[in-house]
């Protein structure tokens, strides 16, 4: 998610344009450098808020967008680990089914049965998740790819 391409280094990054913008009206530079028809106070308002006001709202998009993208990345490392947690509950229910200290012979089959049935509910349970999050997960890529 960082905005430095491979290689770049902060000293050597080009400024983006809304950095270097002058005011919205009367630009134009004089002999001396300052701006052609405006007094003063005109050109410190057209350097300072009309440039300001867009640089400000300029970054507040620029957070906003980096907000959203840290978002959609924690909601892909959720997904990822609930899926986990469902694959390794099934399996320690596998387990469970072979260490039954049965009392009695149904009751052994009653435990192997029943573990077997919960490692079943969580595998399923995991695929309905992954089937119903499929599409999710591919536009959360292509958002990233993006990035």
């Not at 029943?114 to 999050?133: D, I, P, T």
Request: proline share 1%; hydrophobic share 40%.
């Amino acid at each position: 998610m960082s905005d430095l391409l491979w290689g770049e280094s902060e000293g050597r990054r080009k400024l983006l344009w809304i950095w270097n913008m002058r005011g919205a009206g009367g630009s134009e530079k004089d002999d001396t450098g300052g701006l052609e028809g405006t007094d003063d106070t005109t050109k410190s308002f057209l350097l300072t808020d009309s440039a300001a006001d867009m640089q400000i709202k300029w970054c507040k998009a620029r957070a906003h967008a980096m907000r959203w993208g840290e978002e959609v990345e924690l909601l892909q490392e959720e997904m990822r680990h609930i899926l986990a947690f469902l694959m390794w509950e099934a399996a320690h229910w596998d387990e469970r089914q072979d260490s039954v200290i049965p009392t009695s012979l149904e009751h052994q089959d009653g435990c192997i049965a029943y573990a077997k049935c919960q490692a079943f509910l969580r595998r399923e349970l995991a695929a309905s998740f992954e089937a119903c999050w499929a599409e999710t997960m591919a536009q959360s890529d292509n958002i990233n790819d993006i990035d």
